[in-house]
């Protein structure tokens, strides 16, 4: 039958990936996967969001982070799986919410790599002002990539590419040289700027930990909803999302049971300190006369103009030398000069284990049969390789629509983050439904981390806002259809002629749909009344609401008994969907601004609570899968 011949497919690859990974290793992947671009570009966007509160934006997502991450740790040393992410909803709630997580979580995955070309090349054009305007030009406020500069985002691209190709052990190697590099050069800086540069006045002063001439102000968010606001909208959980490198490449380490809890944990407790002590450098040492463009009308203290001021295509570049130069030091001119070295090794590296994230990404929604058996194919070094050209291809579409960092950083952040509310329903629903699988880490109070760590998915989804997260779901909904055109008539037997119909008609509704938003909700002229856009979206809603809930209901009424069961588990899904989706877009981070009837923090904890509701209602709705009996079978030596 199709479905056992993907399963066959599917186990016989992963028995053939190379377990060449060590513990150093391991730990390395996520640390090199964290400290990317994030480290060149996170501190300033931060600081121009949040201002001196900031460091906080950056101790609190990591600690969010840390309980995600703790979740992984279980099920990653309990099924170590390449490609794990994308496979554990489908290990504890069947295709349905299996591919909608996994799709998203692809989404992003396929992004960062072009994310981490455009920051290389972002920092090369601060190098003098003919670089800055061959490779970079600024448009609304933004530096993005010009032709040229794109090119050359493309070029790095291919670079990556072929040092994946030619097998794990060759990227493990690559990476953990590079990230040694990667850790030594912003620990530097940071002492550097701490000891030289550090101005306590930053803190105290301009507003002082929550000023109010920051980005978000217009639309009502300051203070502590700022700072808040800042942890996925300016890259500092992108930063962190490193860590789940070690569950993606698990199928390939040579002890995944004992090391991969142990790489996530190192990863993500380096980082938040690295990270922490970088931010407070940044703003410790912001000289506000070349910071900002004064020229223009700026005063200092306005941390909203660090966006788009001198530094913003090279934060720490522009700091560092700036500080030698009004000082007299060369040796931090030439460190400055280092810095441009480092803003292509770091991003690179980033760039380079995240092309083989998104291949292993395709591998595993493809060893779930969502997409055809050849993203299994392994190439001479035992690498998918249909799967790492998909890669490389999609890498360079994402370069075209989001040709800069600072565009793209939120996306990816909450695309990624969305898909981490597995982390722990995956972890307790197994708790239910496999007592009797093999785990190596076994985490202490899993009761308490596990609903904890679904609560951070959702607060960091939240306060993203309804904007970002409008265009995540829209994106989302075009890869939907996919389920219905081609899983569902495949593996639950749905009539051919009726899945094509359901998924042409989602996705021609989607598109519709989300143009209407984009009319009357997310680009209305200053002054449209407020009960307009409350009615714009009241209409858009009904109609998402109809894209999300007509055709699972009747593919549920139509598929078989098993399509039956693995739809009636992702309901829970599409409910998280449409709640969070309200709460977004009348709480104090949505377009209704001080308007909004759901003001901070009563919004935040209404999201909590939705959180909570949600993560039993997935616990409940978990099931024991035949992909979980088998591996079951496997750890008992079973045929």
């Given at each position: ?83 794990g ?22 989404l992003?995955a ?103 001439l ?80 004064i ?39 030439y ?66 629509p ?33 007592p ?44 939907v ?8 008539i ?10 094509i ?16 938003a984009?009319?009357?909700?997310l ?8 009960s307009d856009?409350?009615s ?41 969907i ?62």
């Amino acid at each position: 039958m199709a479905e056992e011949g993907t399963k066959v497919s599917a186990q016989q690859s992963d028995k053939l990936l190379r377990k060449e990974l060590t513990l150093l290793d391991m730990s390395f992947l996520g640390l090199g996967a964290i400290i990317g671009s994030g480290w060149l570009f996170a501190s300033l966007a931060a600081a121009s969001v949040a201002g001196p509160s900031a460091v906080l934006a950056w101790i609190i997502g990591g600690i969010l982070i840390m309980f995600v991450g703790l979740a992984y740790a279980e099920l990653g040393s309990a099924i170590p799986r390449t490609g794990g992410i994308v496979r554990y909803p489908h290990y504890t709630h069947g295709s349905y919410a299996g591919y909608i997580l996994g799709f998203l979580y692809l989404l992003s995955a396929m992004t960062v790599p072009a994310i981490e070309a455009e920051a290389a090349i972002t920092y090369i054009s601060s190098i003098n002002s003919y670089m800055g305007s061959l490779l970079t030009t600024t448009a609304d406020g933004v530096t993005i990539l010009t032709l040229p500069g794109i090119g050359l985002a493309t070029l790095l691209l291919i670079v990556f590419f072929f040092i994946n190709y030619f097998g794990i052990k060759v990227l493990g190697k690559t990476n953990t040289g590079i990230t040694f590099w990667k850790l030594i050069v912003p620990t530097i800086t940071f002492i550097l700027l701490l000891a030289i540069g550090f101005n306590i006045k930053n803190f105290t002063s301009y507003g002082g930990l929550f000023p109010s001439l920051v980005s978000g102000a217009s639309s009502g968010i300051i203070g502590p909803s700022a700072m808040l606001y800042a942890i996925p909208s300016t890259g500092i959980v992108f930063a962190y999302l490193g860590f789940r490198q070690p569950v993606e490449f698990a199928g390939e380490a040579k002890d995944p049971q004992r090391d991969v809890p142990r790489a996530i944990v190192i990863a993500l407790l380096l980082a938040i300190i690295i990270y922490t002590l970088l931010q407070v450098s940044f703003i410790g040492a912001i000289n506000w006369q070349y910071a900002i463009n004064i020229s223009k009308g700026y005063v200092p203290g306005n941390w909203s103009a660090l966006s788009s001021g001198p530094w913003s295509s090279g934060p720490f570049y522009g700091e560092i030398t700036t500080l030698g130069s009004t000082l007299g030091i060369a040796g931090l001119i030439y460190w400055g000069y280092l810095l441009l070295v480092d803003a292509i090794i770091s991003p690179s590296g980033t760039g380079l284990i995240y092309i083989g994230t998104t291949t292993r990404t395709f591998y595993g929604i493809a060893a779930d049969g969502y997409f055809p058996k050849f993203f299994l194919k392994l190439n001479k070094h035992r690498i998918p390789i249909w799967s790492i050209v998909a890669s490389l291809v999609l890498g360079f579409i994402f370069l075209l629509p989001f040709p800069s960092w600072y565009l793209l950083v939120g996306f990816i952040s909450l695309a990624t983050v969305f898909t981490y509310i597995m982390g722990g329903i995956g972890l307790q629903t197994l708790r239910k439904t496999a007592p009797d699988l093999k785990r190596r880490v076994k985490l202490s109070g899993a009761s308490i981390i596990a609903p904890i760590a679904t609560i951070a998915a959702i607060l960091i989804v939240y306060w993203a806002g309804f904007t970002t997260l409008y265009y995540v779901l829209t994106a989302l909904f075009v890869g939907v259809p996919l389920f219905w055109m081609y899983y569902a008539i495949r593996e639950l037997k749905l009539n051919s002629v009726v899945g094509i119909v359901l998924g042409v008609a989602q996705l021609i509704f989607n598109i519709l749909l989300a143009y209407f938003a984009y009319i009357n909700i997310l680009t209305v002229p200053p002054g449209t009344p407020i009960s307009d856009i409350i009615s714009s979206f009241v209409l858009y809603f009904l109609g998402f609401l109809g894209i999300l809930v007509v055709p699972s209901l009747i593919g549920y009424a139509l598929a078989n008994g098993k399509g039956k069961q693995y739809i009636r588990s992702g309901f829970w899904l599409i409910g998280l969907i449409l709640v969070i989706y309200i709460i977004s877009f009348f709480g104090g981070f949505g377009p209704l601004g001080t308007s909004a009837p759901i003001s901070f923090p009563w919004d935040t904890i209404a999201a909590a609570i939705v959180g909570l509701i949600f993560h039993y209602a997935a616990v409940y709705s978990g099931f024991r899968t035949d992909e979980i009996e088998e591996i079951v079978r496997e750890q008992l030596g079973e045929k």
